[in-house]
């Protein structure tokens, strides 16, 4: 079976600039997670999304946004890009929401560098 | 809101040797244990989880130990090889509507041959 799919792997924006990054789930499963991962701060939660829907959100600005599709791929969009936003942005699936502490799968990540 | 704490942040031990990394947890709330390892290059890899009710779980070289009452909980790698080099982070969550898992900073394990 098929592992957690980002793409791309490595990205390199400037400031004010937007990104958009893909995750394709394990198949069959509904829930993904997005984190963001830097050396000061480590794993940071972003948002959960299940069925389409964001089920929690941490805490980010409002520029950090994502979005699921029907077949449980889901995008995370970064809008005017911050020096700082340069980091490691991880997506995650399990089965099913986090609320019933499903495990959760990673994949290997897309390098953000903004310029 | 959950805090987790690893300490020391890197550890280095001989081929052979046991490796023992542990993790604190503020919310008495938190129900599931996950422990990750991540190479270079690649995203985080769940090697054991471990429930709030039970105190220890195996799997292979692979052990997990938790203490509800002193809110902290361990991994015990047995036989340590040179594959075993990476950074290992421990993580709690509570099961509910707002959940999520906390990751604690991470631990560079080095093996030296």
């Known amino acids: 079976k098929a592992g957690v799919t980002q793409t791309p792997r490595y990205l390199i924006k400037t400031r004010g600039q937007q990104v958009t990054l893909s995750c394709s789930p394990i198949s069959g499963h509904r829930s993904v997670s997005w984190y963001q991962q830097t050396p000061g701060q480590g794993l940071q939660f972003l948002f959960e999304?299940?069925?389409?829907?964001?089920?929690n959100k941490g805490n980010f600005p409002g520029r950090f946004s994502g979005r699921q599709f029907s077949n449980s791929r889901s995008e995370m969009n970064v809008s005017t890009l911050e020096l700082g936003d340069s980091a490691l942005y991880l997506c995650a699936s399990s089965l099913s929401v986090l609320a019933t502490n499903e495990k959760l799968f990673f994949g290997s990540g897309t390098q953000l560098s903004v310029l | 809101g959950e805090n987790v704490e690893q300490h020391p942040s890197t550890l280095s031990v001989q081929e052979g040797d046991s490796a023992v990394i542990k993790c604190t947890y503020s919310d008495s709330a938190s129900n599931y244990f996950p422990w990750y390892k991540q190479e270079l290059g690649k995203g985080p890899q769940l090697i054991i989880d471990?429930?709030?009710?039970?105190g220890e779980k195996k799997d292979q070289r692979i052990a997990v130990t938790l203490n509800k009452t002193a809110k902290h909980f361990s991994l015990h790698i047995t036989e340590t090889q040179p594959e075993d080099s990476a950074v290992y982070f421990c993580?709690?969550?509570?099961?509910?509507?707002?959940?999520?898992?906390?990751f604690g900073k991470g631990i560079t394990l080095s093996v030296r041959p």
């Open positions: 999304y299940f069925s389409e829907t964001q089920r």
């Open positions: 471990i429930r709030s009710n039970v």
């Open positions: 993580a709690a969550s509570m099961a509910g509507a707002n959940s999520k898992l906390t």
